[in-house]
């Protein structure tokens, strides 16, 4: 049985956060975008990128084989 990649990613965003209520999951095409609270983006991404490769790597085993599903952090532009 196969679920749906985003349902996961959202799931396993919320894991790792202090605010799960703020992650935003949406899709633009094949690509996965996870959008977290404000100074979360750290938690997500995890030490040396590990938790997002994590990420990325079960949502692509849950996926459709035939299309090549990616995890982006959709974080907001900082203006300096």
Do not use: H, W, Y
Not at 1 to 14: G, I, T, Y
């Amino acid at each position: 049985m196969k679920s749906d990649p985003s349902e996961l990613a959202l799931f396993l965003a919320q894991s790792v956060v202090d605010q799960p209520a703020l992650v935003r999951v949406s899709k633009r095409g094949s690509t996965v975008l996870l959008r977290v609270g404000p100074g979360e983006e750290g938690r997500v991404i995890g030490r040396g990128g590990r938790v997002i490769q994590a990420i990325r790597t079960l949502v692509r085993l849950t996926g459709d084989p035939r299309e090549r599903t990616s995890v982006d952090l959709d974080a907001p532009r900082r203006e300096r």
